[in-house]
């Protein structure tokens, strides 16, 4: 069965970092781009940044030169890695790949990050 953990949230004071991780399971994410999401009561959730099956990254303005998207595909782990943080930031996070998304219609449980002093 197809799963998705994310992990690594929590509370940190604005200027802090948090290293998130999302584990799978039941597929490879070898051959798959695994892409990071937010969100929040007030929006929909959005794409933050995205790791391609050959390691090019792509983040949104919000997000770009503090996060930084890594994968570890012997491990079959992503990894988040959030520096810089503000209060903007806080929401649940997410990962996964279109197919997962799409096609099964499965979501992880998400990670909650808490910026706040």
């Known amino acids: 069965q197809v799963q998705l953990v994310e992990s690594g949230g929590g509370l940190v004071e604005p200027g802090g970092s948090l290293r998130l991780s999302c584990a799978a399971s039941g597929f490879s994410f070898k051959t798959y781009g695994v892409s990071w999401y937010r969100r929040t009561p007030d929006k929909a959730r959005e794409l933050i940044s995205t790791v391609s099956s050959r390691g090019s990254t792509d983040y949104i303005d919000a997000v770009k030169g503090r996060f930084t998207v890594s994968r570890d595909d012997d491990r079959n782990m992503v990894y988040l890695e959030m520096t810089s943080l503000r209060p903007e930031d806080t929401a649940v996070y997410y990962c996964?790949?279109?197919?997962?998304?799409?096609?099964?219609?499965?979501w992880g449980p998400g990670t909650q990050v808490t910026v706040s002093s």
């Open positions: 996964n790949t279109n197919y997962v998304a799409r096609s099964l219609n499965y």
